[in-house]
């Protein structure tokens, strides 16, 4: 029996999703990683683990465990500086182990990448209040800040809304699937949050629409610095420098136009046309008409 559009966004959101023996195979290295980083000179208050996993919108195959390190030292002036702390007390710890700088964080590379760990250094300020509200490098140099926990609860927010119950998670794993298969150069955060905030004032959740909506409305503004919508932070960049906006505009115009063309072929009922086209914008990893 062949597929609608419908069911084919519902069997590709199962497929995204990551299988529990991936989430326990990345959190195996955990507390070789911590105890890393509490023995350096630099000291860690606490650690926090952010992003994708912890939100519930990572799609398999495509993550990473991110590792938010809070730093007892004063923050240096530079970000570099904190970067080269994190680097070096890791490749104390895993010499023969590959440990890398990847703007905002260091990665550690275990079994050749299959397992790998993203340490975030954080310094703790006092601005948010009752929300704990971090400097962290910058994608691009210099320092930013965030709120992991009131951006969490963000998108937790939105995803609750019994309108659209689990819409916002949902859109954020399809974006970033459309992102991994075709190499597009923009923070997964950065599309998490906007998937949340599109989600925030859409009556409810229908794949093929939103993502065409979605992809849409970013190129329409395209790809511009986002506030923080709990006005706890500064704005999120998209890209990490001009270069790479550059390419992931060009490849967001091809997205959308395409997203447009599979919507606009299931409203015809034309669904060979709209599996092609959500075949082309997937990376010809979305499910098969039949």
């Not at 955060?189 to 970013?218: H, S, T």
């Amino acid at each position: 029996m062949a597929l609608s559009v419908n069911q084919g966004f519902d069997l590709f959101l199962q497929q995204l999703t990551p299988t529990v023996g991936e989430r326990e195979a990345k959190a195996r290295h955990r507390r070789s990683v911590e105890t890393s980083l509490q023995a350096a000179a630099f000291g860690v208050s606490l650690f926090r683990e952010t992003g994708s996993f912890t939100h519930g919108t990572g799609v398999r195959g495509y993550c990473d465990v991110d590792l938010l390190a809070s730093i007892k030292a004063g923050r240096p002036n530079s970000s570099d500086t904190a970067l080269g702390w994190v680097k070096s007390a890791l490749q104390a710890s895993f010499p023969s182990t590959e440990v890398v700088i990847r703007r905002p964080t260091v990665q550690v590379r275990f079994t050749g990448g299959a397992e790998t760990w993203e340490v975030l250094p954080a310094f703790l300020t006092f601005r948010g209040g009752d929300t704990s509200v971090y400097d962290i490098p910058g994608a691009a140099g210099g320092w930013m800040d965030t709120a992991p926990t009131a951006h969490l609860a963000y998108v937790n927010e939105v995803n609750q809304r019994p309108v659209a119950a689990g819409g916002a998670k949902k859109l954020a794993r399809l974006v970033k699937a459309w992102k991994y298969y075709n190499r597009v150069p923009v923070s997964s955060f950065y599309l998490e949050m906007r998937a949340a905030q599109y989600m925030a004032d859409e009556p409810n959740f229908i794949a093929v629409w939103d993502i065409c909506g979605l992809l849409e409305k970013l190129d329409g503004h395209q790809l511009a610095g986002m506030n923080d919508p709990k006005n706890k932070a500064g704005r999120f960049a998209a890209c990490s420098s001009d270069a790479t906006r550059r390419e992931a505009l060009s490849k967001l115009r091809t997205g959308a136009i395409r997203a447009r063309k599979a919507l606009d072929a299931h409203q015809k009922d034309d669904q060979a046309t709209a599996f092609t086209y959500l075949s082309l914008l997937f990376g010809g990893r979305f499910p098969s008409v039949s």
